[in-house]
């Protein structure tokens, strides 16, 4: 080989050398953006690239290049092993170019998609993917990530689908698969549910019996029969949270009924005066002018969740208002108080069963620690979103919002 020739070899191979290391910088960044979706991108980068870098063979260099010869090896050498990785990543990876057409897929994409080596390489995934509900996502424009989707290639699985931007104009399609975890959250809501009716019973029997005593004939056990009495009502409130949101999980669509908001704020108001005995000033601000088209009985669960929670943490002399208002995205029922508020670290997990900013003030204002977690299943399924805006010692607002598909013209209420 001449020394021009060789020369210019050697600046190819430290070209492509510099060029993996910036790129692998990129998707490991990318990975702290992106969470484990771009653990994937650095590996397929990477692959990719040996794919590319390997393709086709660089001449030996002279004897006086070996040092260069043995960088060139090394480089190869773990490029080989990043893209055999990326083979036998246990997630699907397919790489996709701006047309979404397949540049490259892994060994688990051909188990999970139905995906064919070589045949599919240069393929339409839609097309090849075609009547599934991840051609009709692709189709969609891959909005957000889809957590259950039905696998093309494996039948009775689910797939967890993520799409993310990836070097130039092209995308990386990751889909894992997260049957084995429905399965188990399948078995949990079981488990609750079926526990649940087998306490509703006993508990029932107790409650009963602790009412037939009157703490008069037994004055000593006064205290005890009071504080079984509480424990009791709370034991049975748990369980009937407990099968609602059992109910709630399992359910994926409502019956839609027109759901009068006049009675229903009214019913909410009157169930909030009940339950502050006065302590509270309690106003209703409805000026929406709208009914939601819904289930009834779910949406009196939720919105009258928000206010016991908001009489319950509010201390006494506080205020708690409720509005119904449109907005120009829809409409929004809101309560806001001026309770105890809530630190910005904790907002984000309110939702979640048993999750508590306070265990002991929780305890003493009898919640369960799931009324959050019955709202939030309820808006789901009437595609609504709960927004908490909060801070300690200032207050709190809860807001659902509806869009315009679940809202009609108010109807005039009939005079009793």
Not at 58 to 79: C, E, I, V, Y
Request: net charge neutral; glycine share 6%; aromatic share 6%.
């Amino acid at each position: 080989m001449s020394e021009p020739l060789a020369h210019g070899t050697a600046r190819r191979w430290r070209r492509a050398a510099l060029f993996a290391a910036a790129l692998a910088a990129g998707a490991l960044i990318g990975a702290l953006a992106h969470g484990h979706v771009a653990l994937g991108v650095a590996v397929v980068a990477l692959a990719e690239l040996a794919w590319l870098l390997l393709a086709d063979h660089a001449p030996a260099p002279q004897p006086r290049h070996a040092l260069m010869t043995q960088r060139s090896r090394r480089l190869g050498a773990r490029l080989r092993d990043l893209r055999g990785i990326a083979g036998q990543w246990p997630d699907a990876l397919v790489l996709l170019d701006h047309e979404q057409r397949i540049r490259w897929f892994n060994h688990a994409a051909e188990t999970l998609l139905g995906l064919r080596h070589p045949v599919d390489r240069g393929a339409f995934l839609p097309d090849r993917l075609a009547d599934t509900e991840l051609a009709a996502w692709l189709a969609r424009g891959a909005p957000e990530d889809d957590n259950d989707a039905a696998a093309p290639g494996q039948a009775d699985s689910q797939l967890s689908l993520g799409l993310l931007p990836f070097g130039n104009r092209q995308f990386l399609l990751l889909a894992r698969d997260i049957s084995h975890i429905n399965r188990l959250e399948q078995i949990r809501r079981d488990f609750v549910a079926n526990v649940s009716h087998e306490l509703r019973t006993p508990l029932t029997v107790i409650h009963g019996y602790l009412e037939l005593l009157d703490p008069e004939d037994v004055p000593d056990l006064a205290p005890v029969l009071t504080e079984m009495r509480m424990q009791s009502r709370r034991m049975g409130q748990i369980v009937e949270d407990l099968l609602t949101l059992s109910r709630l999980e399992t359910q994926h669509e409502v019956i839609d009924e027109r759901v009068p908001m006049a009675v229903l704020l009214a019913t909410v108001f009157k169930e909030a005066q009940a339950l502050s005995q006065g302590r509270h000033q309690i106003s209703m601000e409805s000026t929406a002018a709208l009914d939601l088209l819904g289930s009834p009985r779910d949406l009196h669960s939720a919105l009258s969740n928000l206010v016991s929670n908001a009489v319950r943490y509010t201390p006494s002399g506080g205020s708690i208002t409720i509005r119904w208002q449109r907005t120009s995205e829809g409409a929004v029922y809101s309560v806001t108080d001026t309770g105890f508020g809530i630190p910005a670290t904790h907002l984000a997990r309110l939702t979640e069963r048993f999750y508590r900013v306070s265990s002991s003030r929780s305890r003493e204002s009898g919640g369960t620690g799931l009324g959050l977690s019955i709202v939030k299943h309820v808006l789901n399924l009437h595609q609504a979103q709960l927004r908490i805006d909060s801070a300690p010692n200032v207050g709190s607002t809860f807001a659902c919002h509806f869009g315009p598909a679940r809202l009609l013209p108010m109807e005039p209420v009939s005079p009793p």
